[in-house]
T-cell receptor, first 111, second 113 residues
Framework: RKEVEQDPGPFNVPEGATVAFNCTYS??????FFWYRQDCRKEPKLLMS???SGNEDGRFTAQLNRASQYISLLIRDSKLSDSATYLC????????????FGQGTELSVKP | DTEVTQTPKHLVMGMTNKKSLKCEQHMGHRAMYWYKQKAKKPPELMFV???????INESVPSRFSPECPNSSLLNLHLHALQPEDSALYLC????????????FGQGTRLTVV
C-alpha cells in the first residue's frame, strides 16, 4: 500500500462547479499535511497547509480527518485557471522530515 | 515568485559527462531537499539535508552525489548517468526538516543522451 494515495483523475468539470479531492495516508504518526498545485512542466507550488481545525483560503477549503486518515481539498466556483494537478503531501516527524507526495489529481476546468 | 533558485533550468548531458545542479535559498531555511520527478508522476525524495548534514538518502545510486556547502546552497553532482535518469530535478527548502512547508525551486530539466 502506498503511503499517500490520491485518485489520479482526471476530473473534468465546468466553470463554476464545486470539486473535491481526497487523499489518504497510511502513517498514523503523520503530523503535517499540505496541498500543492503543479502546472504542466512547472514546480509544485504550496497551495495550503492543512490544520486539524480545517482552513479556508478564498474558494479553497482544506480539511483533515485524523480518525480516518485522510485530507480533503474543496474548490468552489472553479475557474479555468484552476486547471492543474493537485498533489497532497504528508510529513511525519518519525521519518526525519520526509515529505511524501500522493500521485496527484488532475483537474481540468472547461468553459 | 519562488525564493528557491535552481540553475541551470535545462541540461543535456552525455552518459560520460560530469555536471552539477545548483540550488540556492535565502529564506534562512535549515532543511534542503532534492527530489526527482518523472512525467505524470509525483516528486520522489532523493536526499534531505538538515542543518547542512545529510539526514536522509533514499537509496539513491552513487552516480548522484549531493553536497551542502553552507546553509543557503545545495548542489547535486552528476556522473555517469543513464538515459533513464532523465527527469525534472527539484530542489526544495523548509524552515526545519519536519512539520513545516517546503518551497520548491523551478527545477532543472535534465536529459541524458
Amino acid at each position: 500500500r502506498k503511503e499517500v494515495e490520491q485518485d489520479p483523475g482526471p476530473f473534468n468539470v465546468p466553470e463554476g462547479a464545486t470539486v473535491a479531492f481526497n487523499c489518504t495516508y497510511s502513517n498514523s504518526a503523520s503530523q503535517s499535511f499540505f496541498w500543492y498545485r503543479q502546472d504542466c512542466r512547472k514546480e509544485p507550488k504550496l497551495l495550503m497547509s492543512v490544520y486539524s481545525s480545517g482552513n479556508e483560503d478564498g474558494r479553497f477549503t482544506a480539511q483533515l480527518n485524523r480518525a480516518s486518515q485522510y485530507i480533503s481539498l474543496l474548490i468552489r466556483d472553479s475557474k479555468l485557471s484552476d486547471s492543474a494537478t493537485y498533489l497532497c503531501a504528508v510529513n511525519s516527524e518519525n521519518q526525519g522530515g520526509k515529505l511524501i507526495f500522493g500521485q496527484g489529481t488532475e483537474l481540468s476546468v472547461k468553459p | 515568485d519562488t525564493e528557491v533558485t535552481q540553475t541551470p533550468k535545462h541540461l543535456v548531458m552525455g552518459m560520460t559527462n560530469k555536471k552539477s545542479l545548483k540550488c540556492e535559498q535565502h529564506m534562512g531555511h535549515r532543511a534542503m531537499y532534492w527530489y526527482k520527478q518523472k512525467a505524470k508522476k509525483p516528486p520522489e525524495l532523493m536526499f534531505v539535508y538538515s542543518y547542512e548534514k545529510l539526514s536522509i538518502n533514499e537509496s539513491v545510486p552513487s552516480r548522484f552525489s549531493p553536497e551542502c556547502p553552507n546553509s543557503s546552497l545545495l548542489n547535486l553532482h552528476l556522473h555517469a548517468l543513464q538515459p533513464e535518469d532523465s527527469a525534472l530535478y527539484l530542489c526544495a527548502s523548509s524552515q526545519v526538516a519536519s512539520y513545516t512547508e517546503a518551497f520548491f525551486g523551478q527545477g532543472t530539466r535534465l536529459t541524458v543522451v
